[in-house]
């Protein structure tokens, strides 16, 4: 029963127009209120992962309930769509987007991550520093941001008042 709904056509076109009605809601979001505001609510988003995974198991299931690797043309065909899918899956859990600057002769082992942080630098009396990089992100409906750093033995809490996106 399991296998006869993940590798129904009714699935697909089911995931398909939730894809498609996503991304075109994602892009209008992205236009009016900014690229951080549409990755938070849409390509991050849980929902969003799970679909491309639905979509993924679906075809890989219709696959196998109508035995296309008889058909080589047909199974590289939808296979193919399997390893696109496969791809967007590992950027959404695993993908870290940012840019380096490479130049010749000159290794680089860092790059500028697209996620805002946030900087905090310390100072003691005894001139005792402490560094921290927060990851925050923020967007057209959630510009709340707190962090806590423990300095000298006392909590100090960092709070974002105000973001204008």
Excluded at 38 to 65: H, Q, T
Excluded at 87 to 92: N, V
Excluded at 140 to 164: D, I, P
Aim: include cysteine; charge should be positive.
């Amino acid at each position: 029963m399991l296998l006869h709904f993940l590798a129904s056509y009714r699935l697909m076109v089911g995931v398909l127009i939730a894809l498609g009605v996503s991304t075109a809601i994602a892009t209008f979001v992205e236009n009016d209120f900014g690229t951080s505001t549409a990755r938070v609510f849409f390509y991050e988003a849980w929902w969003f992962g799970l679909l491309l995974l639905f979509a993924c198991i679906n075809i890989l299931a219709v696959m196998i309930r109508t035995k296309m690797w008889k058909k080589p043309p047909r199974a590289m065909f939808h296979g193919a769509f399997i390893l696109i899918l496969a791809g967007a899956l590992t950027t959404h859990f695993l993908g870290v987007e940012g840019t380096i600057e490479l130049k010749e002769n000159s290794p680089k082992d860092f790059f500028i991550g697209t996620t805002p942080h946030l900087h905090i630098n310390l100072v003691s009396s005894e001139n005792q520093i402490v560094e921290k990089s927060v990851p925050y992100r923020t967007n057209a409906w959630k510009n709340r941001f707190s962090y806590t750093v423990f300095f000298n033995e006392e909590a100090l809490n960092f709070k974002v008042l105000k973001v204008n996106v």
